[in-house]
């Protein structure tokens, strides 16, 4: 708290959700009463609602959060499903110089989660980037992160290979980094400001915080595959800059034309493909955005 105020530094805790209402006012009111109503380490608590159909947006805002739902947000620009595209939009309804994301789904985590990302962010001594959360976890570190992220880090960026939870939900950064950088739509987002913050500003600019323990919701492999195919097109975009993976863009709320992940499902005892569209539309950076405005 003392470092914050001598700073004159202002704080945002954005949390995307979608269908997360047997979570989402837990973790909300949590960070409500220990950062807000006891102590005011957090200036804006915001949930982020994408497309949600059960209820979540009611419950965020019944235990105190600012609910924006995502396709309202700037509508002039459209919409597509996905975290990164939550994310994205948060920087147009938030002001905080730090932004902490925590994910909707948690069941077994701490509010400490808050103070360990915002500890980095807010000490007077270096300058800060980017604070990555790590921890334990049920199934051991993630299977998307153990079997495609950690190979391609090791290999392709090994610079890089000591974060632990490259895809951690639970992560601090600057506004005035996270509005320069293009932001994936879908769930390539925390790889993404990753790898462009060690390529921008280095190493000594991100910092990793172990947080003890943490447990979410699982996916089904099938869903997994595709965040996967995703992760692949966002490392494969900055190891061959200009690489291309799709069509022309389309416009926001029209069916991606591609690329596809064929996946297969047994139906009437025979082996039917069954193609799903892997996002990999970027949205241009928020400050670009702005500067067009402006002229």
Same mark, same amino acid.
């Given at each position: 708290? !003392?470092?914050? &105020?001598?700073?004159? /530094? ?34 804006? #608590? ?16 019944? @235990? ?14 459209? %919409?597509?499903?996905?975290?990164? =595209?939550? +994310? ?21 985590? $701490? ?5 360990? #990302? #915002? ?54 950064? !600057? *506004? ?26 280095? +190493?000594?600019? /991100?910092?990793?915080?172990?947080? $003890? ?5 699982? &996916?089904?492999?099938?869903?997994? %595959?595709?965040?996967?195919? =995703?992760?692949?097109? @966002?490392?494969?975009? *900055?190891?061959?800059?200009? #690489?291309?993976?799709?069509? %022309? ?7 991606? %034309?591609?690329? =596809? ?35």
């Amino acid at each position: 708290m !003392r470092w914050k &105020q001598a700073r004159g /530094i202002q704080t945002s805790v954005v949390i995307p959700a979608r269908n997360e209402a047997a979570t989402v006012g837990k973790i909300a009111s949590a960070i409500r009463d220990a950062f807000m109503t006891d102590e005011p380490l957090v200036d804006e #608590l915001v949930v982020m609602d994408s497309d949600s159909t059960d209820g979540t947006a009611e419950v965020a805002a019944r @235990v105190g959060a600012v609910v924006h739902k995502c396709r309202d947000v700037g509508e002039d620009l459209g %919409a597509y499903p996905g975290k990164g =595209e939550a +994310l994205w939009k948060s920087l147009l309804v938030t002001t905080g110089d730090i932004l902490v994301f925590i994910d909707a789904d948690l069941i077994r985590w $701490g509010t400490h989660f808050i103070t360990g #990302l #915002l500890g980095p962010m807010l000490h007077p001594a270096g300058e800060t980037f980017l604070v990555k959360g790590c921890y334990d976890r049920d199934a051991g570190g993630g299977r998307v992160t153990e079997l495609v992220v950690r190979p391609l880090l090791n290999l392709w960026w090994p610079e890089l290979a000591a974060v632990a939870q490259p895809l951690a939900g639970e992560w601090a950064v !600057r *506004r005035s980094l996270m509005e320069t950088l293009p932001i994936p739509v879908g769930y390539g987002v925390e790889l993404a400001v990753l790898l462009d913050t060690a390529q921008r500003h280095g +190493l000594n600019a /991100i910092a990793q915080v172990d947080l $003890g323990e943490r447990s979410h919701q699982r &996916q089904t492999d099938a869903d997994l %595959a595709v965040m996967a195919a =995703e992760l692949f097109v @966002v490392a494969g975009r *900055r190891r061959i800059p200009g #690489l291309e993976v799709r069509p %022309a863009a389309v416009a926001a709320d029209e069916v991606l %034309a591609g690329p =596809e992940l064929l996946q297969f499902v047994r139906e009437n005892g025979t082996l039917q493909p069954r193609p799903r569209a892997v996002p990999s539309v970027e949205r241009q950076p928020v400050s670009s955005l702005r500067l067009r405005v402006a002229g």
